[in-house]
């Protein structure tokens, strides 16, 4: 596993909706459960916003906290205020280990800095548009450009459409920051989506020699898909669901006492 990763126990994730993208949101879960397990999941906005309408269906699906933020006063918002009340009431309870606040608002650099100074790892996600104040004020930034937002729409047309899988020569595509991702829709839905998180977790997860142990990668897709479980596919184990696809995964088993550790390598 790269050393570089920490493991968090208790995550919070401030999502500020007026400021981050939608068709992103999953994907941000999905990055920021390689650094540890999410506790704390919300959403900031005013609903009954047009614009945020189409939220309710995917905050529901990815199991966030809708918190309503009423704007009192015409053309001004109120919810940055609101999650920087929240975050200083999580802080004080003295229970997380790391915060996630979503958004590209400058506003968030001077609650990045105090959750810091109370010795709070802060992840910071938003657009490349984001003012370096706030980026620099985090330990981490990571921007939405970089993250994929077909997988959601992916597995909906995948589910419109009666697809039987098939271990023919796996497709790759080339991401927005030039490196190759799977292109599994050639899968059933379900299955699909397992092969997506198998290669992020490939990325976040290698070993000097460019493997990823199988036992980071199923404790990734648990805190990521909690449901998840091998017999639903039709293995008895996550190692056969691997070994079944050899077109996409090259597998290694190394002996370390009277134990095995089994890693594999995205093709």
């Avoid at 506003?107 to 959750?115: M, Q, S």
């Avoid at 997988?151 to 459409?161: A, C, R, W, Y």
């Avoid at 980071?216 to 696809?245: C, M």
Wanted: charged share 30%; aromatic share 12%; net charge neutral.
């Amino acid at each position: 596993m790269n050393t570089e990763m920490n493991e968090f126990q208790k995550m919070v994730v401030l999502i500020d909706a007026d400021n981050t993208q939608l068709t992103k949101l999953e994907g941000i879960l999905h990055e920021v459960s390689t650094y540890g397990r999410i506790v704390v999941k919300k959403a900031y906005g005013n609903w009954k916003k047009r614009l945020l309408a189409k939220w309710e269906d995917e905050i529901k699906r990815l199991a966030i906290k809708a918190e309503q933020q009423f704007d009192y006063v015409s053309g001004k918002n109120t919810t940055d205020i609101a999650i920087v009340i929240d975050a200083m009431d999580l802080l004080h309870k003295e229970m997380y280990d790391a915060f996630v606040l979503v958004s590209s608002d400058s506003d968030f650099t001077p609650l990045a800095v105090r959750l810091k100074e109370s010795g709070i790892y802060v992840i910071g996600v938003g657009e490349k548009k984001t003012p370096e104040a706030f980026c620099s004020a985090c330990d981490n930034f990571i921007y939405l450009e970089y993250l994929d937002s077909s997988e959601t729409e992916s597995s909906k047309n995948l589910q419109q459409k009666e697809k039987k899988p098939t271990t023919r020569k796996n497709d790759k595509k080339t991401g927005e920051n030039g490196r190759q991702k799977l292109r599994v829709s050639y899968f059933e839905p379900d299955i699909a989506e397992i092969h997506n998180l198998l290669w992020i977790a490939y990325e976040k997860f290698q070993d000097d020699d460019g493997f990823t142990p199988l036992t980071s990668a199923g404790n990734y897709i648990k805190r990521v898909k909690p449901e998840f479980n091998t017999k639903t596919y039709g293995f008895s184990k996550l190692s056969d669901l691997i070994k079944a696809f050899p077109d996409l995964y090259e597998v290694k088993r190394y002996s370390s006492g009277n134990s095995s550790i089994f890693v594999y390598r995205c093709k």
